[in-house]
């Protein structure tokens, strides 16, 4: 019989192209977590800089990262540009760091510089179906429902401006509602580069009925969390 399944949502500081801070600032978010799952915003170890150097997986940088995973048994998924290039999620725990998903719908000014990814990704944690998906991802019907269609639950790193902040919540209830999953968004706090001054924040867990069961605020450095059924 499938276990409960702890998932969290960060908004950790994130400093401009700074892979090691990040990366060590992502470590502290999991230890405090105490989750199976923790889900980073987009972008999250190099904040949203277009031409930030694509993070190899093998990167040293991340040691701090895979170490603290390794130390609480957590998987770890943080955004980050990988080689292609595009905006990836990388998947980070005991056995070390691979990309599980390349961002497949790109937004603004994201095709100057980023290839849309080819296909959708669903992690397999503890018997549990996780989706994955990008920011804008989140917001075109097809991607969920390809997604969700296979999947127990759709996780989402995402990015949005304060005066956007409502827009990953009436995303996260629509495809809730719209395929019965549990949806965990990890919102930006702060300021993350690119022009974003301030983040929304806001990172949130929701029930397949779309009633949120874990809410962050506005602030950097939260952590919440939430436990699948």
Same mark, same amino acid.
């Given at each position: ?48 800089e277009l031409a930030a150097a694509p ?76 989706? #994955?998906?990008?920011?804008? +991802?989140?917001? @075109? *019907? !097809?991607?969920? $429902?390809?997604?969700? /269609?296979? =999947? ?6 995402? #990015?949005?401006?304060?005066? +956007?902040?409502? @827009? *990953? !919540?009436?995303? $996260?209830?629509?495809? /809730?509602? =719209?395929?019965?999953?549990w949806v965990a968004t990890a919102s ?10 301030? $983040? ?30």
């Amino acid at each position: 019989m499938r276990r409960p399944l702890r998932v969290a949502v960060a908004q950790p500081l994130t400093r401009s192209h700074d892979v090691a801070g990040n990366a060590d600032r992502h470590a502290a978010a999991v230890r405090a977590a105490g989750a199976r799952v923790v889900v980073f915003p987009e972008l999250s170890l190099t904040g949203y800089e277009l031409a930030a150097a694509p993070v190899d997986p093998a990167d040293p940088r991340l040691a701090p990262l895979r170490a603290a995973c390794a130390a609480t048994g957590t998987l770890a998924l943080a955004g980050a540009p990988v080689a292609g290039p595009h905006i990836g999620v990388l998947a980070v725990d005991g056995d070390g760091v691979r990309v599980a998903y390349r961002k497949m719908w790109l937004g603004g000014a994201e095709p100057q510089r980023f290839r849309p990814g080819r296909r959708p990704a669903v992690l397999d944690v503890d018997g549990w179906r996780l989706g #994955l998906a990008v920011c804008k +991802d989140t917001g @075109v *019907p !097809e991607h969920a $429902a390809t997604v969700a /269609a296979g =999947a127990d639950a759709y996780l989402a790193g995402v #990015l949005e401006s304060a005066d +956007d902040a409502a @827009v *990953p !919540e009436e995303r $996260a209830c629509r495809v /809730a509602a =719209a395929h019965g999953v549990w949806v965990a968004t990890a919102s930006f706090a702060g300021s993350t580069g690119g022009g974003y001054t301030r $983040a929304a924040g806001g990172s949130g867990i929701w029930s397949p009925a779309g009633v949120a069961v874990a809410r962050a605020g506005a602030d950097v450095g939260e952590v919440v969390g939430g436990t699948l059924r």
